[in-house]
């Protein structure tokens, strides 16, 4: 069964860090573009950053650069989201989803075929 966990959420402090986790089971991510999303409460869900299969090409949202990293371990088959500088707009249910690249492509923010269960962030002092 292929699936998708996400962890390492939580409750952080204006201006503080946390690191995100994707870890896959039943498939390797070698092949997979991965991506991180996001949804508040109340709004739509949207793109944070995505990878290659390589992990050689990165997209982000504008909101997000310079402060957020994403990362893959292919050998750990797990992808990272490091984020820094963290704001309470940044609130939400993270996920992370993947989709099959036949080639080492620029990674897209549609298209994903898997999405994991999602992990809260909460921004708050």
């Known amino acids: 069964q292929l699936q998708l966990v996400e962890s390492g959420g939580g409750l952080v402090q204006p201006g503080g860090s946390l690191r995100l986790s994707c870890a896959a089971s039943?498939?390797?991510?070698?092949?997979?573009?991965i991506g991180w999303f996001r949804q508040a409460p109340g709004k739509e869900r949207e793109g944070v950053s995505c990878?290659?299969?390589?992990?050689?090409?990165?997209n982000y949202v504008d909101w997000v650069k310079g402060r957020f990293t994403i990362s893959r371990d292919n050998a750990k088959n797990t992808v990272y989201l490091q984020m820094n500088s963290l704001k309470p707009e940044d609130t939400a249910i993270y996920y992370c989803?993947?989709?099959?690249?036949?080639?080492?492509?620029?990674?897209?923010?549609?298209?994903?075929?898997?999405w994991g269960q999602g992990t809260q962030v909460t921004v708050s002092s």
């Open positions: 990878i290659s299969r390589s992990g050689g090409r990165t």
């Open positions: 989803a993947a989709y099959h690249d036949p080639a080492d492509y620029y990674p897209l923010w549609t298209g994903y075929e898997y």
């Open positions: 039943g498939f390797t991510l070698d092949y997979y573009v």
